[in-house]
């Protein structure tokens, strides 16, 4: 039975940070992409970034560049998001999700737009005060 159980949401101010990680179980965590993603209150839920199955590719959305790095430890099966410099419009429930590698998975394409992805988890919660 596959698991994906992200952690390390919480309330911080702006301008501050936090890492959020995600581990995935019951699967073989390098044959995936990996995804993060969020969703405010009221809106879509958008890509934040994804990583290439050993992480020598990524993808990241415009408003996260240069804020957040994704980063992954495949002996470990976790995910990372590293997001600093943080904003209230980052305020969100943030979800990994894993996608099988195929030819048809693209980083920038199908994964930031949260297609196909095989396997979501439920979330962790992200809060910044202003």
Request: aromatic share 10%; hydrophobic share 35%; proline share 2%.
């Amino acid at each position: 039975q596959v698991q994906v159980v992200e952690s390390g949401g919480g309330l911080v101010q702006a301008g501050g940070s936090l890492r959020l990680s995600c581990t995935a179980s019951g699967l073989t965590f390098d044959d995936y992409v990996m995804g993060w993603y969020r969703q405010a209150p009221g809106k879509e839920r958008e890509g934040v970034s994804c990583i290439s199955r050993r992480g020598s590719s990524t993808a990241y959305a415009e408003s996260v560049k240069d804020r957040f790095t994704i980063s992954r430890d495949n002996a470990k099966n976790t995910l990372y998001l590293q997001m600093n410099n943080l904003k209230p419009e980052d305020s969100a429930m943030y979800y990994c999700a894993a996608v099988f590698f195929t030819a048809a998975v693209s980083l920038g394409g199908s994964c930031m737009r949260g297609y196909g992805m095989d396997y979501w988890g439920k979330g962790t919660l992200v809060s910044i005060s202003s």
